[in-house]
């Protein structure tokens, strides 16, 4: 069984005539990357805002590390946070903000600062004034802020907004080096798909306050994945025909009238033939598979992202 | 609390802010020390100020060996190196946005605002008595002995006058938390002591009232320290005392409560 970082139950937040959150449910598992998904104003970051305590829900809970209400603060030095632009004292050096939060939150440790600038290959610059840094720098000096405690759980608000092409890619390797040699749980908040999909291994889609689905990388990929679908009334029959006649072990149960097969190999008119031929009714047999951005527009419902 | 404090003194001592401040209280107090003459910021009329005067000194006589009280008699002077202090230890938080760390990482927002309350009315104590005893100093040394009181009266009246001074300051805590914004801050704070001033002129013009005089002589802000400075009478200056401590605990209970409730 998975330890769980941080749960939510039926977590909302109003403000007077607008709904930011509806009865938000969501888990977090120990060793996650954990990524949001949903447009901007689709309330990741009012989620982010709640469990990070600069906003109060409206109604709801929320347990980090099994701690809840007040308990949940005495948590918060096993937290690493972005939230939102990434904020620091624009007339001091990227070293200097670092080490007022170091000596704000009692490190001692100051070689930690030069380990997470490295970490974040901002050593060069470390001397360089903040408010002449690029928004990229100004990423991952939020980055380097979030590691600087040697957290359990690192929650990052579209850390990779302003990022170049390079830099993207060497945050990935970053997170995933954290993720699986520090054993940091990661929850990273975006709206760019492809990106949140490289990294994270589970996923939360959001739109308008409410959860769309919470899903893991392999359930996402099944359903993303060219496939053919097809519509019978007797799966278990049909699964056993699959099986036995034609040899088709990649394929998934979605209910009790679709099935979904992932062989490349099997062709469509050849399938319906031996599925007619051993009496299954099929009602339907159609080519799918999506892209995450067709995948989220569907669970949207809208055309337009 | 120490890991925060030491944290802003850090900060502190990076920036320009503390020292534009100790430049405003050196070249205050060194002109009014040179010049032998308290000066002032705030209003100018003549007929309000004898008004004063009278009421203080008894019959207008010599103040020259009371120079240096009579330079920390208009300490309402600090009241701009004051806004700068609550500025650079609060509102620079809110300006660049960095309470956002601060609240995600290290502390509540009740004791964020504990914190930040206590560090303003500290930074003011420290503040104020370093200037007094800064003008005491510098005086002995330009004025020489004529000028010059025991040092006793110096503390004193610096005690004195602490309370309303931190009650002000802890109004301008509360400004600083509501608004949030350094724009709206700074000219809300600056404009509130000039607004004050110019409605009690304005309607000491028109009135000519000498129940005004008074009354604005009792416990008005720029009067009340003046006569603080002069040693008044007991029950005057535990008043003066009981309002500066009532202002600290409503400001603390009523900003407290507003910051617990608004969303950073």
């Known amino acids: 069984m998975h330890e769980i970082v941080l749960q939510t139950k039926n977590l909302s937040k109003r403000y007077k005539n607008f709904t930011a959150l509806n009865h ?84 001692t440790n100051l070689e930690r600062i030069d380990e997470v600038l490295a970490l974040v290959q901002l050593t060069d610059v470390k ?32 850390p990779i907004n302003g990022l170049d092409p390079i830099g993207i890619s060497e945050l990935r390797e970053t997170f995933h080096k954290l ?27 959001i739109d308008k306050g409410q959860v769309l689905k919470e899903i893991t990388k392999e359930e996402l990929d099944l359903e993303c994945m060219r496939c053919l679908v097809v519509k019978a009334d007797d799966i278990r029959h049909m699964a056993t025909v699959l099986e036995s006649k034609m040899n088709i072990s990649d394929y998934k149960v979605i209910d009790n009238n679709e099935i979904r097969i992932y062989d490349e190999k099997v062709k469509a008119t050849e399938l319906n033939k031996v599925l007619i031929q051993n009496d299954i009714n099929v009602s339907g047999i159609f080519e799918s598979g999506v892209s995450l951005e067709d995948y989220f527009k569907s669970l949207v419902g809208e055309v337009q992202l | 609390m120490i890991n925060m404090m030491r944290a802003d003194l850090y900060r502190i001592f990076k920036g320009v802010g503390i020292y534009i401040a100790i430049i405003l209280i050196v070249l205050m107090s060194g002109i009014s020390i040179k010049m032998k003459d308290a000066g002032q910021l705030g209003r100018s009329d003549s007929a309000f100020d004898e008004a004063i005067s009278y009421e203080i ?19 309402m002077n600090l009241y701009y190196p004051l806004i700068i202090i609550v500025f650079v230890l609060l509102v620079a938080d809110f300006s660049n946005k960095t309470i956002k760390n601060t609240l995600t990482s290290a502390t509540s927002k009740k004791k964020y605002f504990m914190y930040k309350m206590l560090m303003c ?25 004529a000028y010059t009181e025991p040092i006793g009266n110096i503390f004193k009246a610096t005690f004195l006058q602490m309370p309303l001074l931190l009650g002000i300051v802890s109004f301008l ?7 949030k914004k350094p724009a709206i801050f700074n000219a809300v704070s600056i404009c509130f002591v000039m607004v004050f001033q110019l409605l009690a002129q304005a309607v000491y013009a028109i009135t000519k009232a000498d129940v005004i005089v008074k009354f604005m002589s009792k416990y008005e802000l720029q009067t009340a320290l003046k006569k603080l400075a002069y040693f008044p009478d007991s029950k005057y200056a535990v008043t003066c005392m009981c309002i500066g ?17 608004s969303e950073v």
């Not at chain 1, 990423?139 to 759980?153: E, K, T």
């Not at chain 1, 993720?179 to 940091?184: A, F, L, T, V």
């Open chain 1, 24 to 107: 938000v449910d969501m888990t977090v598992y120990k060793g996650d990357i954990y990524g949001f998904i949903g447009r901007n104003g689709a309330g990741k970051t009012t989620i982010m805002k709640i469990i990070t305590g600069l906003t109060e829900a409206t109604s709801g809970e929320f347990e980090i590390f099994s701690k809840k209400g007040k308990a949940v603060f005495e948590e918060k030095k096993r937290m690493g946070c972005m939230i939102e632009n990434p904020a620091f004292f624009g007339n001091l050096t990227a070293y200097q903000n670092l080490k007022y939060y170091c000596l704000q939150k009692g490190i």
């Open chain 1, 127 to 158: 001397n360089k004034k903040f408010r002449k840094f690029s928004l990229g720098m100004k990423q991952r000096l939020g980055i380097a802020f979030a590691m600087l405690d040697n957290p359990d759980l690192i929650i990052l608000d579209e």
């Open chain 1, 179 to 205: 993720n699986q040699e520090c054993g940091i749980t990661i929850i990273i908040s975006s709206h760019i798909l492809s990106e949140l999909y490289a990294v994270s291994n589970r996923f939360l889609f």
């Open chain 2, 57 to 75: 000194t008894g019959d207008g006589s010599d103040e020259s060996s009371l120079l240096v009280r009579s330079i920390i008699s208009t300490n």
């Open chain 2, 121 to 145: 009315l500290f930074g003011t104590i420290i503040f104020v008595t370093i200037s007094n005893l800064y003008t005491y100093a510098v005086n002995f040394i330009v004025n020489g002995k």
């Open chain 2, 173 to 179: 805590v509360l400004l600083g938390f509501l608004f």
């Open chain 2, 245 to 261: 401590f009532a202002e600290i605990l409503l400001c603390t209970m009523l900003g407290c409560f507003l910051f617990k409730k």
